[in-house]
């Protein structure tokens, strides 16, 4: 568990381009295509309550100019709402994350178009990034079935958004029901070249992974 954890982080630190999946097995980490100087989301292992606050502090300042920003969500939510739980503010990445008790499941990052049906249609593309044919692992293989029945079916299973907007529209947004966070990049950040790793609903206390030892559903 702990290498697999330790490959979830370095591709988590990923440019949020590409779509990726992380996990030990599934798909080689791929190789960011610039430097990235920024970064969205939490540091590996920190304290949920030091992240959140680090992000509230990067909503203050008074520029009308337009930032990058991680929108959290306090609970996975369907393709369809995403659109409207930001309030039509610009998304470009949606991190998907179907939760399964007890067993480990990798974050999916999906970098979408404008335009709402772009965004509610990213489930359908994160169920198709899940190919297992190159692994041999039986457990690893059912998890993803199981991931991509979910995603195909339409779960509230997003979980973060990475959007665009003005500091004024992303301070309103963090007080939006249903919103757990947000955290602006500086406005100077460079499109499709800055890390993102994601927050996860149920990372209530640290950024570190839950168990892997549950049996995996059959759906």
């Not at 008074?62 to 709402?81: K, M």
């Not at 039986?138 to 509230?156: F, K, N, S």
């Not at 301070?171 to 966070?181: D, F, N, Q, V, W």
Request: charge should be negative; include cysteine.
């Amino acid at each position: 568990m702990r290498e697999r954890w330790r490959i979830a982080g370095f591709v988590g630190a990923a440019v949020v381009f590409v779509v990726f999946i992380v996990v030990l097995g599934w798909a080689e980490p791929p190789r960011a295509s610039v430097v990235a100087t920024d970064r969205l989301g939490p540091d590996s292992g920190e304290r949920v309550a030091d992240y959140l606050a680090r992000a509230r502090v990067s909503l203050q300042g008074g520029d009308a100019d337009e930032h990058w920003a991680l929108v959290t969500f306090t609970t996975g939510v369907a393709p369809d709402d995403l659109p409207k739980s930001v309030a039509g503010l610009r998304i470009s990445n949606v991190v998907y994350h179907v939760p399964i008790d007890r067993v480990y499941t990798p974050p999916i990052t999906v970098p979408v178009p404008a335009g709402d049906a772009a965004a509610i249609g990213s489930a359908r593309a994160a169920a198709g990034a899940l190919n297992t044919s190159q692994t041999t692992d039986d457990r690893t293989r059912r998890i993803a079935a199981v991931m991509a029945a979910r995603l195909q079916a339409g779960c509230p299973c997003a979980v973060d958004l990475v959007v665009r907007g003005r500091l004024d529209q992303l301070r309103a947004l963090s007080t939006r029901p249903g919103i757990r966070s947000v955290e602006a990049l500086p406005p100077d950040a460079a499109a499709d070249a800055f890390a993102l790793l994601p927050l996860l609903p149920e990372q209530t206390d640290a950024v570190v992974p839950g168990p892997d030892d549950g049996p995996v559903p059959d759906r």
